[in-house]
């Protein structure tokens, strides 16, 4: 399994110091659950945070240091190598990782899918009062998602089957990342139903927030 599409820097930053909703968080964990890259990413985040809040706890962060953080996650990202992957993991004998199969109760075989028309169905997936929503899509093969409205970023991770869109192929372990004025209307590829986690409405971008990251760190 080779992830090519990751979780964004921001996101990381914000989900190390305990700022992303539940759904949010959700599909965080869940990505981080198969990708190697992304969890020494994120043990980098949590111990710059750790520093920030040693160096400078009073302090903003300014916009330069703000770069070189994220190019060091950047860099880490790029030079991890991946762990291998145990023969039966990638023998696919879960659909769902982990924290996602928490929440659903069990793996897909178990799920109680609602129908959406034309073969597609979904499954909200309860994060309590979170302001995000998620939810488990299944979408045949070779059909295209179906229109969904989203104000905010919406998130959709791959955990079986693919689906092309804007260009790219996604695949198991790949986020696609969408903010409210992309129209894109995603198709599974052909050879096997999509099933992803779609994260609808989460916080648009994290930037602003950035400043206050290292708050939960002091633990005030
Ligand atoms: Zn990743």
């Given amino acids: 399994m080779t992830i090519k599409h990751h979780i964004a820097d921001d996101l990381v930053l914000a989900y190390a110091s305990g700022e992303l909703d539940e759904a949010t968080s959700l599909l965080v964990a869940t990505h981080m659950s198969l990708c190697p890259q992304c969890r020494q ?4 985040a949590e111990s710059i945070g750790g ?6 706890a009073e302090a903003e962060i300014a916009d330069g240091e703000l770069e070189a953080i994220f190019s060091r996650i950047e860099n880490t990202k790029e030079s991890a190598t991946p762990a291998p992957v145990p023969e039966r993991a990638r023998r696919g004998s879960y ?13 897909v075989d178990g799920l109680r899918w609602r129908s959406l028309g034309g073969g597609v169905r979904h499954l909200p997936i309860d994060t309590g009062a979170s302001r995000a929503k998620a939810r488990l899509l299944y979408i ?11 104000r905010g970023l919406e998130l959709t991770l791959v955990l079986a089957g693919s689906f092309y869109d804007e260009g790219a192929w996604f695949r198991r372990g790949d986020v696609e990342e969408a903010d409210a004025t992309v ?6 590829g052909p050879e096997e139903a999509c099933i992803c986690l779609a994260v ?10 950035i400043p206050r990251l290292a708050q939960p760190f002091l633990g005030i």
Wanted: avoid cysteine; aromatic fraction near 4%; glycine fraction near 6%.
């Fill in 95 to 107: 659909v769902l990782p982990q924290p996602l199969r928490d929440y659903a109760d069990g793996d």
């Fill in 41 to 44: 990413a994120l043990e980098l």
């Fill in 51 to 56: 520093s920030l809040i040693e160096e400078e």
């Fill in 200 to 209: 609808t409405d989460a916080p648009l971008r994290f930037r602003s927030l």
């Fill in 183 to 188: 129209e894109h209307q995603p198709v599974a």
């Fill in 140 to 150: 045949p093969a070779g059909s295209k998602v179906p229109d969904h409205g989203h």
